[in-house]
């Protein structure tokens, strides 16, 4: 029996669309299914919109800042639909730009629907697609996470903001609790600080950014500080009452008054309507897919991408499972999840990360040697006037490679692709020491921090 597919994706993420091109460029039968908007969380409420927003709070904040640099600036107005709308009109265009490239691709089949797995037929899948049963040989799930809303009594009725609905918000919130002091809540809590909310965020942990060192947390916790926005850690939310628009929050023993909240308690994958049961694809107890590091479930002929596969749930690694799963469907099957993932926490200033911190690279029993740089001995940033944060960088003792590095400056995301490079490239850290960097650059910071190791 002849398949109808070659090739069936499940999911028109970041990982999903560009393999479905490339195998389809290459001759595959390839079937595209998004039961909702191409692009993944990225382009429709991640990364496209939240950038494009947070330009615009920078340029507010730098505004506010203009006495400084000499300038009168008597009045920022803040036009939260006209800053939301900009985000929205690109995550709009980033859609449609994707859907109109894949439209000129020859042995591609869009399915705009939900599809799920049924079972076997033979050595093939068979899916469901609407009333249309569909035959495929090997099947690619990109499905991605959606927002955990936590049980707490009230919420349900109360109602809340997540990073699947922020763009839908039609007012600014006058007084913000963000439940979770995780990535996504510390960025939009600054967001919404900018714009003019009054913030506080409620951390049920001893600390923000609970994966990171506790002196890179809690320099990042201090700047937000700065700008206006309250911390109460250790916190939990137990109840929730009355509307969005005047809400009640009770935490612990405190009572807090809100307009609205915005619930940032992490993601969950969508693998719960896939049907994987009835071909046998393993999940852990949170849903997510089991895969080798070759993204190949528990099934032969079944893979997984993007964040439903565990491991970083980052755009930029689900670009690289693309690439990793176009080598082992039509490839020589070397790429593999063995890499480097450095990411970025996109407060202002950003958060640059890559490999281990301290303390992990301390449990994992290496004797390690810190670098330590403050930004503000920077003569670029000096000169700029954005001297806060610092980089530390992590050293193995024994054969003087980078071990991880956090960059806590303005363009940290940028720098630390210095440290990414030097990781990959497997160089001792002498390898920035002894360069040339240009002077004056931010990037000469990068540099410093290593320049005081022995």
Same mark, same amino acid.
């Given at each position: 029996?002849?398949?109808?597919?070659?090739?069936?994706?499940?999911?028109?993420?970041?990982?999903?669309?560009?393999?479905?091109?490339?195998?389809? @460029?290459? =001759?595959?039968?390839?079937?595209?299914?998004? !039961?909702?908007?191409?692009?993944?969380?990225?382009?429709?409420?991640?990364?496209?919109?939240?950038?494009?927003?947070?330009?615009?709070?920078?340029? /507010?904040?730098?505004?506010?800042?203009?006495?400084?640099?000499?300038?009168?600036?008597?009045?920022?107005?803040?036009?939260?639909?006209?800053?939301?709308?900009?985000?929205?009109?690109?995550?709009?265009?980033?859609?449609?730009?994707?859907?109109?490239?894949?439209?000129? $691709?020859?042995?591609?089949?869009?399915?705009? &629907?939900?599809?799920?797995? &049924?079972?076997?037929?033979?050595?093939?899948?068979?899916?469901?697609?609407?009333?249309?049963?569909?035959?495929?040989?090997?099947?690619?799930?990109?499905?991605?996470?959606?927002?955990?809303?936590?049980?707490?009594?009230?919420?349900?009725?109360? =109602?809340?903001?997540?990073?699947?609905?922020?763009?839908?918000?039609?007012?600014?919130?006058? !007084?913000?609790?963000?439940?979770?002091?995780?990535?996504?809540?510390?960025?939009?809590?600054?967001?919404?600080?900018?714009?003019?909310?009054?913030?506080?965020?409620?951390?049920?942990?001893?600390?923000? %950014?609970?994966?990171?060192?506790?002196?890179?947390? #809690?320099?990042?916790?201090?700047?937000? @500080? /700065?700008?206006?926005?309250?911390?109460?850690?250790?916190?939990?939310? *137990?109840?929730? &009452?009355?509307?969005?628009?005047?809400?009640?929050?009770?935490?612990?023993?405190?009572?807090?008054? #809100?307009?609205?909240?915005?619930?940032?308690?992490?993601?969950?994958?969508?693998?719960?309507?896939?049907?994987?049961?009835?071909?046998?694809?393993?999940?852990?107890?949170?849903?997510? $897919?089991?895969?080798? *590091?070759?993204?190949?479930?528990?099934?032969?002929?079944?893979? %997984?991408?993007?964040?439903?596969?565990?491991? +970083?749930?980052?755009?930029?690694? #689900?670009?690289?499972?693309?690439?990793?799963?176009?080598?082992?469907?039509?490839?020589?099957?070397?790429?593999?999840?063995?890499?480097?993932?450095?990411?970025?926490?996109?407060?202002? +200033?950003?958060?640059?990360? $890559?490999?281990?911190?301290?303390? @992990?690279?301390?449990?994992?029993?290496?004797?390690?040697?810190? =670098?330590?740089?403050?930004?503000?001995?920077?003569?670029? %940033?000096?000169?700029?006037?954005?001297?806060?944060?610092?980089?530390?960088?992590?050293?193995?003792?024994?054969?003087? !490679?980078?071990?991880?590095?956090?960059?806590?400056?303005?363009?940290?995301?940028?720098?630390?692709?210095?440290?990414?490079?030097?990781?990959?490239?497997?160089? +001792?850290?002498?390898?920035?020491?002894?360069?040339?960097?240009?002077?004056?650059?931010?990037?000469?910071?990068?540099?410093?921090?290593?320049?005081?190791?022995?």
């Amino acid at each position: 029996m002849d398949p109808d597919f070659d090739v069936f994706v499940i999911g028109a993420g970041q990982a999903g669309s560009p393999l479905a091109k490339s195998l389809a @460029e290459k =001759g595959r039968r390839v079937a595209l299914a998004e !039961r909702s908007d191409i692009g993944g969380s990225c382009v429709n409420f991640g990364c496209t919109p939240t950038k494009a927003a947070f330009a615009s709070t920078r340029i /507010a904040h730098l505004a506010r800042r203009g006495a400084q640099y000499g300038l009168r600036i008597p009045t920022i107005d803040v036009d939260y639909a006209a800053v939301v709308g900009r985000a929205r009109d690109m995550a709009v265009d980033f859609r449609n730009h994707l859907a109109a490239e894949l439209a000129k $691709v020859g042995n591609l089949t869009m399915l705009a &629907e939900h599809v799920r797995l &049924e079972g076997r037929d033979g050595d093939l899948f068979r899916l469901r697609a609407g009333s249309r049963s569909i035959c495929a040989r090997r099947v690619v799930l990109d499905t991605g996470t959606r927002s955990v809303i936590p049980p707490i009594e009230g919420l349900d009725q109360a =109602g809340c903001v997540h990073a699947g609905n922020w763009l839908d918000l039609a007012d600014l919130p006058a !007084r913000l609790v963000v439940i979770g002091g995780g990535y996504i809540g510390l960025e939009m809590a600054q967001f919404y600080r900018r714009l003019g909310s009054e913030v506080t965020v409620l951390e049920g942990g001893g600390r923000v %950014a609970g994966h990171e060192d506790e002196d890179v947390a #809690a320099a990042l916790q201090k700047l937000l @500080e /700065a700008e206006g926005i309250r911390f109460r850690l250790h916190t939990r939310v *137990e109840k929730v &009452e009355g509307k969005r628009g005047a809400l009640t929050i009770t935490a612990g023993d405190a009572r807090l008054e #809100a307009t609205h909240m915005f619930v940032a308690t992490g993601r969950r994958p969508n693998t719960d309507d896939l049907g994987l049961e009835t071909v046998g694809v393993k999940t852990s107890k949170h849903g997510i $897919v089991e895969v080798d *590091e070759k993204l190949a479930t528990s099934v032969a002929g079944i893979w %997984a991408a993007g964040d439903i596969r565990g491991g +970083p749930m980052f755009t930029h690694t #689900a670009w690289d499972d693309y690439r990793i799963l176009e080598s082992q469907i039509a490839g020589d099957g070397s790429r593999t999840t063995e890499r480097i993932v450095p990411y970025a926490v996109f407060t202002d +200033p950003e958060l640059g990360r $890559v490999g281990m911190t301290e303390s @992990e690279a301390r449990k994992a029993g290496h004797r390690v040697k810190i =670098g330590r740089f403050a930004m503000k001995a920077n003569g670029k %940033a000096i000169e700029v006037g954005e001297t806060a944060g610092f980089i530390k960088v992590v050293i193995d003792a024994d054969d003087d !490679r980078l071990l991880g590095a956090a960059v806590l400056a303005t363009e940290g995301a940028e720098l630390v692709h210095v440290y990414v490079a030097l990781m990959n490239a497997r160089a +001792p850290f002498a390898a920035i020491r002894d360069a040339v960097f240009i002077h004056p650059t931010l990037a000469e910071a990068v540099q410093s921090a290593v320049s005081e190791i022995g």
